[in-house]
């Protein structure tokens, strides 16, 4: 795969420069490299947030570089659930609300079992006496639970984090990779990160990325 991006002045950013590689389920990924060596790129284009310029992606056999937005919506609805750094999260909507979202295109779920569903995560992720709260009554820790729970909900097969302890301390952040994990068995699990320590702890792989190239996968 290739990603070339143009500034405004016309110069040109190899963001990902000729990639290979695959992955499978129940691997724990880790991306590791420096600030602007192409980490959010390569999951945005793995989560279907960005297109490359060239190249194939296999998924489960079928070539989805070419798909439109539509059919892309549908794979991310059933198979990929993104965790972001900045938890995204609706402020004015609940706890509760919040993960529901998550379930709003999910077909075949009646009110009884989506409430279940939601409960039964949110009891997961330790926030079940949370769930009328908004985000902004939440401690940054609490906020990422919420992100956690919303893009697990679906019961996806691949989970995409960018960064998603890079605002939080040390401690929450080590119990966040934890949640994570444990909610991930079975799935595929790719995870930017700088934290070296999250990548050498908590990782099955560690990829690193450098100026668009990987220099190394462990
Ligand atoms: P990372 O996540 O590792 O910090 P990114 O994937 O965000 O790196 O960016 C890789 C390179 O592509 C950087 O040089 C960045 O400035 C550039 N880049 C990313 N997105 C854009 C964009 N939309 N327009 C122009 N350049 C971009
Ligand atoms: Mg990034």
Not at 38 to 57: E, F, H, M, Q, R
């Amino acid at each position: 795969v290739e990603k070339v991006y143009e500034t405004k002045e016309g110069r040109r950013i190899v963001a990902l420069n000729k990639v290979t590689t695959s992955f499978k389920r129940g691997e724990f990924v880790a991306i590791v490299g420096k600030s602007g060596s192409g980490k959010s790129t390569l999951i945005n284009i793995l989560g279907g947030l960005d297109i490359p310029d060239a190249g194939d992606y296999f998924l489960e056999g079928n070539n989805i570089i070419k798909i439109n937005e539509g059919q892309w919506d549908a794979i991310r609805n059933e198979k990929i659930g993104f965790i972001f750094q900045e938890y995204h999260l609706i402020e004015y909507l609940s706890v509760y609300k919040n993960v529901e979202i998550a379930l709003k295109y999910q077909k075949g779920l009646n009110k009884k079992a989506r409430e279940a569903k939601i409960r039964q995560i949110l009891d997961e992720v330790g926030l079940i006496d949370h769930i009328h709260k908004t985000p902004g009554q939440l401690s940054g820790g609490q906020r990422q639970r919420v992100a956690i729970a919303r893009a697990l909900v679906k019961d996806p097969a691949i989970i995409l984090a960018d960064e998603p302890t890079g605002a939080l301390d040390y401690k929450t952040s080590e119990s966040v990779i934890e949640l994570i994990k444990g909610l991930s068995k079975e799935r595929l699990v790719i995870v930017v990160t700088h934290d070296r320590g999250i990548a050498n702890n908590h990782a099955t792989r560690i990829i690193e990325l450098t100026e668009g190239q990987f220099t190394s996968d462990l």
